[in-house]
């Protein structure tokens, strides 16, 4: 586990990838006020044992969760939360039945359901959970201070930094992801946290974002025709980690 702190109470924790093949790691990012932290994701259980460990061993407890989308990757470490306040998108459920055992639910059920753009105070430090259906429906971005968004799984980064191909349910939900990026978009001016990769000044976005709308747009023009991962990726000017995501596409 790797620890960064990204401003004074705001710490980024990243982890190595997770076995042979897999370029990404996850991460967890603690925003801390005297005692007490809220964290943006839970990871896996491994992960957020780790991350409870370390603000433990620094007088600080965990207050709250936002939990970004509901993948097992960022919200299986609920489990060991079960006191804590979990906050997260109103379509959480949609996601749960698809991919989590009906009788895991209740670990991850969120205590506060968000359906619109919501407001958190926590001390020194002001949230805005911004409900951004993309990578998956119940999706939020995190404005963090009116600094720092924490933008999930909508940009994908290896654990050196490199671009992963987006990662897109199906082409039926290429429209709702252009809303997603287009959304981040707007937000240049400050710091990104991935939901896998490092931060990075808002300043790349431009380019990161038009790169995965070329790949995306080469996926919509093709319509239910065939389509080869070269043919999509044609007009993008970086090299994609994981190309075999666009397999379940062209199937």
């Not at 990757?73 to 749960?96: A, C, I, W």
């Not at 698809?98 to 506060?112: A, D, G, L, N």
């Not at 300043?203 to 025709?225: C, P, T, V």
Request: proline fraction near 4%; aromatic fraction near 10%; hydrophobic fraction near 35%.
């Amino acid at each position: 586990m790797l620890k960064k702190e990204l401003s004074q109470g705001i710490i980024h924790y990243t982890f190595p990838s997770r076995g042979e093949g897999a370029h990404y790691g996850d991460s967890i990012t603690a925003v801390i006020h005297e005692d007490k932290a809220v964290l943006i994701d839970a990871g896996f259980e491994d992960e957020a044992r780790q991350v409870i460990d370390d603000l433990s061993a620094n007088g600080i407890t965990i207050d709250k969760v936002i939990v970004s989308h509901f993948h097992d990757d960022h919200m299986e470490g609920l489990k060991l939360l079960p006191n804590v306040s979990v906050y997260g998108s109103s379509r959480f459920q949609e996601t749960l039945d698809m991919w989590t055992e009906k009788e895991e639910h209740k670990y991850f059920t969120p205590t506060v359901a968000v359906t619109e753009p919501t407001t958190i105070e926590f001390g020194s430090h002001t949230f805005e959970i911004i409900p951004s259906p993309g990578h998956s429906v119940c999706t939020v971005l995190v404005n963090i201070n009116g600094e720092f968004l924490h933008v999930a799984d909508e940009i994908i980064y290896s654990v050196d930094g490199q671009p992963i191909l987006p990662s897109i349910e199906s082409r039926k939900n290429i429209e709702r992801q252009f809303e997603s990026w287009n959304k981040i978009g707007g937000y240049q001016a400050f710091t990104i946290i991935p939901g896998h990769g490092a931060e990075f000044d808002g300043s790349k976005l431009q380019a990161d974002l038009q790169n995965r709308f070329a790949y995306a747009e080469a996926i919509l023009a093709a319509g239910e025709l065939p389509l080869t991962y070269e043919d999509a990726v044609r007009n993008c000017n970086c090299k994609f980690l994981h190309n075999d995501w666009f397999d379940h596409l062209a199937e």
